[in-house]
């Protein structure tokens, strides 16, 4: 189907299954134990063996030889590979760190073995009996070390974010001279980890020559095309299949080490491998979110307009590796003529970096919306007031390309209502309840709309079930729920008569979930694939398609009705498609906005910070399920939180890895530090977005509300700290004096 004009009138907007706050279909088996995620698949192969996985003690140089008899002799080994058996195996889409092979290390915990063992402990035991030789090189480990030598690049996350070295519209540097009002400040974001809870685990079986991957992967096609280029197999030997997957943020979009020495470790045991890895490796083996050097530069005139505003970017990575694309969101956020952003990269060699939890917008807003509130304070202006003022209708790179739908005063205005914004104390340190320092901060959301082609497959059953078939993924977001809905909707059915079937690679190809793309295109594919269906049902039963209803487990058109399963009567009928897009997204801008609204408190004594409450006003489109969408902005909130207060991979700059590499030592909020927190919905359906006339909301909980953490802590206490996260030590020696 191809979607080419905005979407007129189609069955979707009856919204009798669609847009309800529907309870999750896989919930049940989430709280109950029995969704089976990767490393708990036991009986879809039998004699599994256990591989365990051992990283490089260094970060640069090679790997002179590995010792493996003592490994080998241990009990219950059955296998042990090593780098060293083979060269460098080739890279997966998107991936720049080797994953295997070879004798060069890029990295620090880079996979150079992996044991299989008759069990887990046979396995670790036994790899602390592989010994390895190294040849130790310098490298670069330290961001600011390095920032001067960065080169400009351009770059795109993958998720819809990106832009050039450098991009100007007007003449920047003049207006910015001069600009009566001026700002110019630098902010610096950390090394973050995805920190999922389901560790990347795969069980891998060979069959001849295919291959089966029971795995935790985000992105069914690219896993599939990614382990046959890097295994050197044909894609149709592989088979890719992940129903379950206990978080991923990112970090699973791509195929890792486990999923390759999974693989390996099958294949030379000649017997099936289950493989998870341990934090340690996660953290310093996979992929993390690249630290930033962000400096953020804005003229006004007196009265608060706009003239000129820059944002630029240093981050790090591997040779080959892409920035993080953190002044996207400038581009497009605030009027202004006179406009530059640019970005540096940085050649590190610390683990890749790669998205992580809405890459580009979720640093960069941390910038750029604590460098809005300093420009406000500057100009006298209530920072709400600053923002809309500065509002735009149109690119403002491109004043002739407008937004399809732009709400954001509206979230302002209606989140400030709600908030008490209006009982802000706006000088800093002036508000205490008790022993604490009370401060409100906002920040404005901002996440691009991205449309990629989605494809489904849906079967109808002579009892009139409906199934549906797609290699769309669930990672926690309520993709089996929304897609179940769609079906529901399209087909005239309940809920309880639609069964949704997920994460094989066998199904047709899906946009995957990432980027808050999934939800938006995996069910305009399911739409299409209904289409196709309802007029395979209407011709089987001789109805005009153009005329037939389907409602209520019933087919009707005229005086004429006829119960939905007897169009299969006599065997199954399938409907098979994808959503394909044509230029409407070059033509209108289509982006998703929000109103960040946080309350913190900051103990006077020790600096403690505590969010108190939290709002989000979100406008995306048309809200599919309104009760996991909130789900999913209250996530981004909480991670916002993480993001502004404590979250921060801390780099041994000297040996050049992760220290806090464990969930004891990598801080992440927990249930004790996330108070109330509210989502309002605009919920206005967007027709140039899709079928569905939604958009994605899961990172837009993200975008923006480490700003607004920032704002909230400056509020109370009238100290600004730009280095996050924002730590006690940061504000503490600077407290008696606010206190």
């Known amino acids: 189907?191809?979607?080419?004009?905005?979407?007129?009138?189609?069955?979707?907007?009856?919204?009798?299954?669609?847009?309800?706050?529907?309870?999750?279909?896989?919930?049940?088996?989430?709280?109950?134990?029995?969704?089976?995620?990767?490393?708990?698949?036991?009986?879809?192969?039998?004699?599994?063996?256990?591989?365990?996985v051992i990283g490089a003690s260094i970060p640069k140089g090679r790997v002179r030889r590995i010792e493996t008899a003592a490994a080998k002799a241990a009990p219950g080994v059955v296998a042990v590979v090593t780098t060293l058996d083979m060269p460098a195996l080739g890279l997966g889409k998107m991936n720049v760190a080797n994953l295997f092979g070879g004798d060069q290390i890029q990295h620090y915990h880079q996979a150079v073995a992996?044991?299989?063992?008759?069990?887990?402990?046979?396995?670790?035991?036994?790899?602390?009996?592989?010994?390895?030789?190294?040849?130790?090189?310098?490298?670069?480990?330290?961001?600011?070390?390095?920032?001067?030598?960065?080169?400009?690049?351009?770059?795109?996350?993958?998720?819809?974010?990106?832009?050039?070295?450098?991009?100007?519209?007007?003449?920047?540097?003049?207006?910015?001279?001069q600009a009566p009002v001026k700002l110019d400040e630098t902010y610096t974001t950390p090394d973050e980890s995805h920190a999922m809870m389901e560790p990347h685990a795969t069980v891998a079986a060979w069959d001849g020559d295919k291959l089966t991957l029971w795995t935790s992967n985000q992105m069914i096609a690219w896993g599939k095309g990614s382990i046959a280029k890097i295994l050197g197999i044909q894609p149709e030997n592989v088979r890719v299949d992940s129903p379950y997957i206990g978080g991923g943020f990112g970090g699973k979009l791509f195929v890792r080490s486990d999923a390759v020495l999974a693989a390996l470790g099958a294949k030379a045991a000649g017997r099936p491998v289950k493989l998870a890895l341990t934090r340690p490796i996660i953290m310093n083996n996979t992929t993390h979110r690249p630290a930033t050097i962000q400096r953020v530069r804005i003229g006004t005139t007196q009265d608060g307009h706009i003239t000129a505003i820059a944002h630029e970017s240093v981050s790090g990575n591997l040779p080959h590796g892409r920035p993080e694309t953190a002044v996207d969101q400038t581009k497009l956020l605030y009027a202004g003529e006179n406009r530059l952003t640019g970005m540096?990269?940085?050649?590190?060699?610390?683990?890749?970096?790669?998205?992580?939890?809405?890459?580009?917008?979720?640093?960069?807003?941390?910038?750029?919306?604590?460098?809005?509130?300093?420009?406000a304070e500057r100009l006298g202006l209530d920072?709400?007031?600053?923002?809309?003022?500065?509002?735009?209708?149109?690119?403002p790179g491109k004043p002739d390309r407008p937004f399809s739908q732009r709400n954001l005063v509206t979230c302002l205005k209606i989140g400030a209502e709600k908030f008490?914004?209006?009982r802000r104390n706006p000088k800093p340190g002036q508000v205490r309840d008790g022993h604490w320092l009370v401060g409100i901060g906002m920040a404005a959301?901002?996440?691009?709309?991205?449309?990629?082609?989605?494809?489904?497959?849906?079967?109808?059953?002579?009892?009139?079930?409906?199934?549906?078939?797609?290699?769309m993924t669930d990672i926690g977001t309520g993709s089996y729920t929304i897609i179940a809905q769609t079906a529901a909707e399209m087909m005239g059915l309940p809920l309880d008569k639609v069964v949704v079937k997920l994460g094989d690679s066998d199904f047709p190809v899906s946009s995957g979930s990432g980027g808050q793309w999934g939800a938006n295109n995996s069910t305009s594919g399911v739409y299409a694939a209904c289409v196709k269906l309802r007029e395979a049902v209407a011709q089987k039963l001789g109805f005009n398609s153009a005329d037939a209803v389907f409602a209520d487990g019933q087919v009707r058109a005229g005086n004429r009705t006829v119960p939905l399963g007897e169009a299969a009567a006599s065997g199954e009928l399938t409907g098979e498609d994808s959503i394909e897009y044509g230029d409407l997204s070059k033509k209108a801008q289509q982006s998703t906005f929000a109103g960040h609204f946080v309350e913190v408190g900051v103990d006077v004594d020790t600096a403690e910070v505590r969010v108190r409450r939290m709002l989000a006003v979100c406008d995306a489109g048309r809200i599919l399920n309104p009760k996991s969408a909130r789900s999913q902005v209250i996530g981004g909130m909480t991670m916002g939180v993480g993001a502004a207060l404590m979250e921060e991979l801390a780099v041994d700059t000297k040996r050049g890895f992760f220290v806090n590499h464990d969930l004891a030592g990598y801080e992440v909020p927990v249930h004790a530090d996330i108070p109330h927190q509210e989502v309002i919905f605009l919920d206005e359906a967007d027709p140039q977005s899709s079928p569905m006339k939604a958009k994605g909301v899961g990172e837009l909980g993200i975008c923006g509300v480490g700003a607004a953490v920032a704002n909230a802590v400056y509020n109370a206490t009238g100290i600004r700290v730009r280095d996050y996260p924002i730590?006690?030590?940061?504000?503490?020696?600077?407290?008696?004096?606010a206190a």
């Open 727 to 737: 730590t006690l030590d940061k504000i503490l020696h600077r407290l008696p004096d």
């Open 420 to 422: 008490g914004w209006d």
């Open 383 to 395: 920072p709400v007031a600053f923002r809309v003022r500065n509002d735009t209708q149109v690119d």
């Open 1 to 52: 189907m191809k979607f080419d004009t905005p979407a007129g009138q189609n069955p979707i907007d009856q919204l009798k299954v669609v847009g309800k706050p529907t309870d999750r279909i896989d919930g049940k088996y989430k709280t109950t134990g029995t969704a089976p995620y990767a490393y708990e698949r036991h009986d879809v192969v039998p004699n599994q063996a256990y591989g365990y």
């Open 344 to 375: 540096r990269l940085a050649q590190l060699d610390l683990p890749e970096g790669n998205s992580m939890r809405a890459p580009g917008e979720a640093p960069g807003l941390m910038a750029l919306e604590m460098a809005m509130d300093e420009m």
């Open 114 to 177: 992996v044991v299989v063992a008759e069990t887990f402990e046979e396995a670790r035991a036994a790899a602390y009996l592989v010994k390895v030789d190294y040849a130790p090189e310098g490298g670069k480990f330290d961001l600011a070390a390095q920032a001067q030598a960065a080169k400009p690049v351009s770059g795109g996350s993958g998720e819809g974010s990106g832009g050039g070295a450098e991009d100007r519209h007007g003449d920047f540097e003049a207006a910015f001279a």
């Open 445 to 471: 959301g901002f996440r691009n709309n991205q449309l990629t082609k989605s494809g489904a497959r849906v079967r109808l059953a002579g009892d009139g079930r409906v199934t549906v078939e797609t290699d």
